[in-house]
């Protein structure tokens, strides 16, 4: 049984940083691609940033402000959100591309409130 776990979300005014972090834990072989994606009420789910072992990639409207790392040692992603617009406002779920003993699939975390007021 695999996990993704997130925090970091909040209410900040415009101009403002969070960070979030996603913890992904249980029989984790290896992990792949991992990424944070956002669903603002009424829109589809659209890519934020993702990160391999090798590159990062980021959508355009979000260049410049945001950026994602992450610990393999612990498991661990992280997008460090600064520069905040009223349009960040939206669910940011955490995706990880995970390798367990017989299969690899994409796991989702349950996503995490982010506020931005102008």
């Known amino acids: 049984q695999v996990q993704l776990v997130e925090s970091g979300g909040g209410l900040v005014q415009a101009g403002g940083s969070l960070r979030l972090s996603c913890t992904a834990s249980?029989?984790?072989?290896?992990?792949?691609?991992m990424g944070w994606y956002r669903q603002a009420p009424g829109k589809q789910r659209e890519l934020v940033a993702s990160?391999?072992?090798?590159?990062?990639n980021y959508a355009d409207s979000v260049k410049g402000r945001f950026t994602i790392s992450r610990n393999n040692a612990k498991n661990v992603v992280y997008l460090q959100m600064n520069s905040l617009k009223p349009e960040d406002t939206a669910v940011y779920y955490c995706?990880?591309?995970?390798?367990?003993?017989?299969?690899?699939?994409?796991?989702w975390g349950q996503g995490t409130q982010v506020t931005v007021s102008s």
């Open positions: 995706n990880a591309n995970i390798k367990v003993i017989y299969s690899t699939k994409d796991y």
């Open positions: 249980g029989s984790i072989f290896s992990i792949n691609a």
């Open positions: 990160i391999t072992s090798d590159s990062t």
